[in-house]
């Protein structure tokens, strides 16, 4: 496998989603911080990994994953199974429901701080 970087901030909720997701599944991964105070995610270079200027990125070789819950997603996934993320249909459509309840919750607090 490529080696894995994770570009994000320590004190981003999704950054730290995807960072602790790859730990939990024992991906070593390079963590890689973005200035996000001095406007690193709205230099070109960043902006080729995501045009949105937004962290996490999960970057594998030529594979480049933007958003929390995708990355999530695609780390349960690739590995052999688990119950944070059962393969079975029904228990993981409650888990999809949750993680989109608390995306929406997460997306409503961002608007009351700004
Ligand atoms: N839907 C995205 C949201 C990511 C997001 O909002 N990241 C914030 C930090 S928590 C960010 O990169 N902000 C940069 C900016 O606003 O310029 C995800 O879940 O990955």
Do not use: T, W
Request: net charge negative.
């Amino acid at each position: 496998m490529s080696s894995v970087k994770i570009y994000g901030h320590p004190l981003s909720c999704p950054s730290l989603i995807a960072h602790s997701v790859a730990d939990y599944f024992g991906v070593k991964h390079d963590f890689q911080e973005v200035d996000l105070i001095s406007g690193a995610q709205f230099k070109d270079d960043y902006k080729k990994l995501n045009p949105n200027s937004r962290v996490p990125v999960y970057e594998e070789g030529e594979f480049v994953l933007c958003e929390a819950l995708a990355i999530a997603r695609y780390l349960a996934d690739r590995g052999e199974g688990s119950s944070l993320y059962p393969r079975e249909l029904k228990k993981r459509a409650l888990i999809d429901m949750h993680l989109s309840i608390m995306n929406d919750m997460r997306m409503h607090q961002m608007n009351l701080n700004y």
